[in-house]
């Protein structure tokens, strides 16, 4: 790999511990992946010769969903812009090995969040590279079935023994209302269903598929279900520093200002848009 790249292999391995170039480490040898080593390679040249993609993967929102296709329709010819819903610790460890461009997190409540994104960012190669920008604060609950009873709390609807779309361990949503439950003292349900995204937990509720699912009031709004609150939690969008001042990058944020945008949310429900486009201070050492 030092070959490959002209460097000597004391400055390689400075670079791995930056986490500045792409490399896995497997039964104690360094591995470099060569169409990732040539992506870094393009990526380091002139700022960017991959400026116009924009690949997005991680937590599921549909703000932030919609926000984005109407981005990419306005595109021109042969940009790229997409998004994979596949959850905060997925998305996480694409951002890691380069294979997405940014990642959409919430990871706990939002009065702790500067200080549980910052150690979460922590367990990931390369995130002292990262910044996190602000995107929402967001109503995160339980979306209920239309046939449901309307309940107060979360023990009162657990003591129903409800059947429950859960979320895998990895999604925000699931890390939420696991918190919740073990806050509250109540034991955690058995999984008897599980739901890849968010949308898909509240289709799979509408549907009648299941009686309740963790998810946010905008994903329940998008499907007429009716929602209890367990609290607030922060949206972040989690990217490489350099990757912050792309021009894609700033058009998505405009997007996510924009008058179609703030109005959306405010039919969805649940969100507050005035953190939007701040810089999230790391202060986990503090």
């Known amino acids: 790999a030092a070959a490959y790249l002209h460097l000597n292999e004391k400055t390689l391995y400075a670079m791995i ?149 859960q979320r895998g361990s990895g999604a925000g949503s699931q890390h939420f209302f696991v918190q919740a439950c073990t806050a509250a003292g109540l034991a955690l349900p058995a999984l008897t269903q599980s739901a890849a995204t968010e949308r898909e937990a509240a289709f799979m509720v509408a549907s009648g598929a299941g009686d309740c699912a963790p998810g946010t009031r905008a994903a329940a709004g998008e499907f007429g279900l009716p929602f209890l609150s367990l609290g607030r939690e922060a949206l972040d969008l989690v990217m490489p520093r350099t990757l912050y001042f792309r021009a894609l990058l700033q058009q998505l944020l405009a997007e996510l200002a924009s008058a179609d945008s703030t109005d959306l949310a405010a039919r969805l429900g649940g969100y507050d848009l005035a953190p939007l486009g701040r810089l999230r201070a790391d202060t986990a050492a503090q």
């Open 17 to 165: 511990q930056e986490g500045g170039i792409p490399a896995t480490k497997v039964t104690g040898k360094w591995l470099f992946p060569r169409a990732l080593l040539d992506d870094w390679l393009l990526e380091s040249t002139h700022g960017g010769v991959l400026a116009d993609r924009l690949l997005i993967a991680g937590s599921d929102d549909p703000w932030l969903a919609h926000s984005i296709a109407r981005l990419a329709q306005r595109a021109d010819d042969g940009t790229l812009i997409a998004y994979s819903p596949c959850g905060t610790r997925k998305g996480l460890a694409l951002l890691a090995q380069r294979r997405a461009n940014a990642c959409p997190i919430h990871w706990g409540d939002a009065q702790h969040a500067t200080r549980r994104h910052a150690l979460l960012l922590r367990e990931y190669t390369g995130s002292s590279g990262w910044v996190m920008v602000q995107l929402a604060l967001r109503e995160q609950g339980v979306m209920l079935s239309r046939t449901t009873t309307p309940v107060a709390t979360l023990a009162e609807l657990l003591a129903r023994q409800p059947k429950i779309i």
